[in-house]
């Protein structure tokens, strides 16, 4: 399911969720808000008194959502071949030139509580017939171990809480194959998982061909 999707379906459930309970507290005049208004307004008491109902719990519903957003911290992995396209929304494809190399993009985009970092890894998972090469200055935040790229969070500098930065990284196909795609995206390590942290990638299929 789409990140829009779940986007959606999550505000139709506030929304659902807020006329139901205004529609209760009204039934149940809690607060004695349509006694009050039936006095004054006979025939609109009962919308009148919803409409302040839906007004008070989307308020509360707002202040809930900004105080848990403190605690949030967002991690987003990007893929592309190319630095100048970097959208996680798109499903890259990659391809080798002649000498059998190719360079991929990794974006990077963290926010929120700093504390989350600490000592915590992306990883994402190559196969075995590629050999990655990053470039030396990164060495601190990228590291590869058996076919597996790891990015260090911690060691990324982020100013206020919040960064973005890209990786290029180059590929080496190490044997022929015939022709294949492999699709690659990035997986969180499994201590930083939890309700607190909100992870998305896109992926990119690696293709054992020429362009």
């Known amino acids: 399911m789409s990140n829009k999707k779940k986007s959606e379906i999550i505000q139709s459930i506030k929304t659902v969720s807020i006329a139901l309970l205004s529609a209760i507290c009204a039934k149940q005049d809690f607060l004695h ?76 985009s963290i926010s929120g509580n700093g504390a989350f970092f600490e000592g915590q890894k992306v990883c994402i998972y190559f196969p075995d017939w590629l050999t990655m090469q990053i470039d030396p200055k990164h060495c601190e935040i990228l590291n590869v171990e058996e076919h597996v790229l790891k990015i260090n969070l911690s060691k990324i500098n982020a100013k206020n809480g ?48 020429s362009k």
């Open 162 to 209: 919040n960064a973005d930065v890209a990786f290029p990284i180059e590929i080496i196909k190490d044997r022929m194959f015939d022709k294949s795609k492999v699709e690659i995206r990035a997986e969180l390590e499994k201590s930083l998982k939890n309700i607190f942290v909100q992870f998305k990638t896109n992926s990119i299929q690696i293709c054992n061909e």
């Open 33 to 108: 808000m349509h006694s009050f208004f039936t006095s004054i307004f006979t025939d609109k008491a009962y919308a009148i008194t919803i409409t302040l109902f839906s007004a008070i719990f989307t308020c509360i519903m707002v202040f809930i959502e900004e105080f848990l957003g403190r605690f949030c911290t967002k991690v987003a992995i990007a893929f592309s071949d190319s630095k100048n396209n970097i959208n996680i929304q798109n499903v890259g494809a990659l391809y080798f030139s002649e000498y059998d190399t190719s360079k991929l993009y990794i974006e990077v």
